[in-house]
């Protein structure tokens, strides 16, 4: 079974629209390796967390900062297709 992706984040920081692109670039450069993108609103403030099934990808608190988007999905492709070319990005 494909993979599944899930953003957690924090509605009340309004970061929404951010996960809404993030995911809409994931499904746009992965759309046949995932099975679905989840979005999730946390309880817990200040939360935006990525999870590939339910292996954490990028947390923002531990990081400190928000993922790039080249930075995700590169870490989605070394997880679902190690293989696929990401074009400029891989450069």
Not at 30 to 37: A, P
Not at 76 to 84: A, E, I, L, T
Request: net charge positive; proline share 5%.
């Amino acid at each position: 079974m494909k993979p599944t992706i899930t953003i957690e984040y924090c509605p009340k920081c309004h970061w929404l629209l951010r996960a809404a692109y993030m995911a809409q670039e994931l499904l746009t450069t992965f759309e046949d390796d995932l099975h679905s993108i989840t979005l999730q609103p946390s309880e817990i403030a200040g939360r935006y967390i990525v999870r590939l099934n339910d292996v954490e990808l990028f947390d923002r608190k531990k990081q400190g900062r928000f993922p790039e988007i080249k930075e995700l999905k590169q870490l989605v492709r070394d997880k679902v297709n190690p293989g696929k070319s990401l074009g400029h990005i891989d450069r």
